[in-house]
């Protein structure tokens, strides 16, 4: 078998439905197997995925083992020669891993391949491609001056050797996944993806960030922003400190300050609400139970042409190819917002920001 594809799931059971929708279009053509590992989960993530993806190997963990434990057990079960981490959270596009399967054939020593990234208002993840967090790098980020973490050496669209991948989508061959002996279980949630791609460098394998697909990420949602975010996050740095550099208390000292001012923007970002001027349907039909949920008329296009600021745009996966919604979200400073309506579901989704939770309308 050609591709594993490993979706670590926690309680985001209609995101998750979304993304096994891209996948599956995705893996069409592919000799690949798709592998639901579920985190003991509170919804009906598993149920869903029993009825309405038969095909997936649907792995139901009895507690919440986190994120590279649970990311290992999925490996264990895997059978394909490359794979692929991947969030719940992320909508891939129908020729996303054709490409990369195509770009990494080629290369030697070939460690993790990336693609760009963006979230659910079209802005482009930075994070997509980054540097190693040395103590100076990351007091620089702290501190606003971010230009030496991220990996500036390459557009968004480019293609090149870059240090640091995120965990939301990587590319691996498995035989070099097991020879770094995969996510250190050390780390419960975050740092793991910095950790496993500074492994894989200095295991003399080389990492790729692949700017010419372009994957959804709808930042933050398979692992809420809570209470314990800060914690969760300072402690897997600390992690990482300590068994790649040398500890630094002054480092720890400002890294705290740092997250507890990240964390406080955050709660101030999420209370702008911005009241939907229309909706926008993107289809070749109306939808009537639609309308009704939201009260109001959709404006239907086959194609976006000009809307109106604060527009809610919904993009009708019926109609549109998943590669298609993804070039359609687009950053716009009308400050429009999307929808995407999976094929074959009964309810609309997205995220206005790489903050808070995405909101889910049914219908």
Known sequence: MKLSII??????????????????AAIKNLEAEIIVVDNDSEDNSCEMVKKLFPKVKLIENKENFGFSKGNNIGVLQAKGEYLCILNPDTVVAEDTFVKLLEFAKNKNKLGIVGCRLKNGSGLFLPESKRNIPRVNVALRKILGYSKSYYATHLSKKDIGEVAILVGAFMLIKKEVYNAVK?????????????????????AGYKNYYYGDTTAIHFKGESTLRDKNYA???FGAMQIFYEKHFKQNLFFDMVVWLGIKLAFLLRRIRKMKINEVSEYVFVSDKRNQKLEKVLNKKMF?????????PNSEIILDANMLSYKEIIELITYSDKELTYKILPNNSDFIIGSNDGFSQGKVIFF
Not at 14 to 23: D, G, I, K, N, T
Not at 300 to 308: A, I
């Open 182 to 202: 995969g996510f250190d279980e050390d780390y419960f949630m975050y740092g793991e993806d910095i950790d496993l791609s500074y492994k894989i460098l200095k």
């Open 300 to 308: 239907l296009q086959s194609k976006l042409d000009s809307v109106k």
């Open 7 to 24: 979706i670590l799931n926690y309680n985001v059971q209609y995101f998750l439905e979304l993304c096994l929708r891209s996948v599956e």
């Open 231 to 233: 914690r969760r996050f």
